[in-house]
């Protein structure tokens, strides 16, 4: 519910300016109680406490996936490398089965991680937070892994190229 103050503000051209900040890209992970994988894109991901360790994501109230990050109480993070934009981009359509013909391994909590990620991380869900038309998910990383690579950028709408650090 806009508040007097924000009601003027139009959704097309908060989304624009909200888009000058650049992102990373994660695929958020989790199963359904009959062990089925699901997981959305999201580059609403930030972490939240070094201890413990607490991440968090923001998934659409309205997401038919929501019901599974809340139900099983895990879910798995992986951060893309940059040769993983087709994989972002599959994960980010509606209405499709995005797991068909995708390679991924179980983690150790039973989340779908996904082999060339910069990052895994397995958490366990410890809070939720409605916020507007999404849920905040709050969870303590219980298991993680990386490796060095480029990451996959977002900014204005688009995928970027982050340009290498200096070998020191």
């Not at 109230?61 to 099983?72: M, P, Q, W, Y």
């Not at 879910?75 to 599959?90: K, T």
Request: hydrophobic share 40%; aromatic share 8%; with cysteine.
């Amino acid at each position: 519910m806009a508040t007097t103050e924000s009601a003027g503000i139009d959704p097309k051209e908060f989304r624009r300016t909200a888009g000058r900040f650049l992102t990373g890209v994660t695929i958020a992970t989790s199963r359904a109680s009959d062990g089925a994988p699901h997981g959305l894109t999201a580059n609403s991901f930030t972490t939240v406490s070094l201890t413990p360790p607490l991440i968090l994501f923001c998934i659409d109230n309205r997401a038919r996936l929501l019901e599974h990050f809340v139900d099983t109480g895990y879910f798995g993070i992986n951060i893309l490398s940059e040769e993983q934009q087709d994989l972002s981009s599959r994960f980010a359509r509606p209405n499709i089965n995005r797991f068909d013909g995708v390679e991924w391994y179980e983690g150790r909590t039973g989340a779908p991680l996904f082999d060339g990620s910069l990052a895994t991380m397995e958490c366990k869900l410890v809070q939720s937070v409605q916020a507007g038309d999404h849920l905040i998910l709050v969870g303590e990383v219980v298991h993680m892994g990386c490796r060095d690579g480029n990451p996959l950028a977002y900014f204005g709408g688009c995928y970027r190229q982050v340009a290498p650090l200096p070998a020191s």
